[in-house]
């Protein structure tokens, strides 16, 4: 009986002993680029100065990334609108993998503004503390992209910031351009430094459990400057009469694959859902221009 319990306890050690070596692996195979002008501290890319308790990245950084600014409470990046000029919009499956996935179309799409970053924890605590929001779980780092909303609730919060959720086709329009790129920033180069994906389970990094700050990949911005349009955290978009399902676009801090962060990629889920790996930007309907002065002039 006790030589049971030592082979027992050698296999327990030696299990252990493998589980760690596994685990050390994974952390040194993990990208330091996915953490672009950020410093990786475990599974999480934290400003310096900061250290990770329990997930989170804590206390004042001593700099932050371009185009973010300091904070008691870290990195925020201060967000904006784009103005997205319209145009006619070719949906279809120009990439050889879209096909079977998307429904080709052409729609005219009307100039708009849409967020340049995804909506962040800081923001919707805003409108929590407004009363305009539900009260959700937050990690409590306010630059941190905002995960686990339902379509209800990511409606309500541009609603109170004067917007609504973009449509598909803007979305759409947003990431892909005229021409349909491939990536909201071209053809090829899905890489780590790009965009937060492929960190829970490679290739960019390991056992991730939630998105990372919003607007700290400016490489992997579209044309207009729009940040995270693939990855970080998937968005959702208006629902479209008759739709039954929700549908979110984008890709997120979880897609293993590339192909996750193609301008068309898409996913229906019910419009109830809450996921770490669902979020939001949002839209405005753009003012109109101006006339020309000489087109207002009388006779």
């Known amino acids: 009986m006790k030589r049971w319990f030592k082979l027992v306890g050698f296999a327990a050690v030696a299990v252990g002993s493998i589980a760690a070596v596994v685990a050390r692996a994974r952390h040194d195979a993990a990208d330091p680029a996915r953490c672009a002008g950020l410093v990786a501290i475990f599974d ?12 989170r990245c804590t206390g004042r950084p001593s700099s932050c990334p371009p185009g973010l600014d300091v904070t008691a409470s870290g990195c925020v990046g201060e967000q904006r609108r784009v103005f997205v000029a319209g145009g006619l919009l070719h949906a279809g499956a120009g990439d050889w993998e879209a096909e079977g996935r998307v429904r080709p179309h052409d729609a005219t ?3 708009f503004e849409l967020d340049v970053l995804e909506t962040t924890e800081g923001a919707y605590a805003a409108c929590v503390a407004a009363g305009r929001c539900r009260e959700l779980s937050l990690s409590g780092e306010p630059g941190r992209a905002l995960g686990g909303v339902t379509r209800s609730e990511a409606e309500a919060f541009c609603a109170f910031v004067g917007g609504r959720l973009p449509t598909e086709d803007e979305w759409t329009f ?4 005229p021409k349909a ?6 053809e090829t180069g899905a ?5 937060v994906w492929g960190i829970v389970s490679g290739p960019c990094g390991f056992a991730s459990t939630g998105p990372e700050l919003a607007g700290a990949h400016p490489d992997g911005a579209s044309a207009e400057g729009v940040q995270d349009l693939s990855g970080n955290v998937a968005e959702w978009v208006a629902a479209q009469p008759g739709e039954k399902e929700g549908v979110v676009r984008g890709g997120s801090f979880a897609s293993e694959l590339a192909t996750d962060l193609r301008t068309w990629q898409r996913r229906s889920v ?3 859902s809450r996921s770490a790996e669902m979020g939001f930007r949002c839209a405005y309907d753009a003012p109109l221009e101006p006339q020309p002065r000489d087109s207002l002039a009388g006779p």
Do not use: E, L
């Open 44 to 55: 999480r890319c934290c400003a310096p100065g900061q250290t990770v308790v329990s997930g």
């Open 109 to 111: 799409i009307a100039s």
């Open 174 to 177: 947003a990431a892909g351009g």
């Open 181 to 186: 790129r491939r990536y909201p920033w071209g």
């Open 191 to 195: 890489v780590c430094r790009r965009g």
């Open 270 to 272: 019910p419009p109830a």
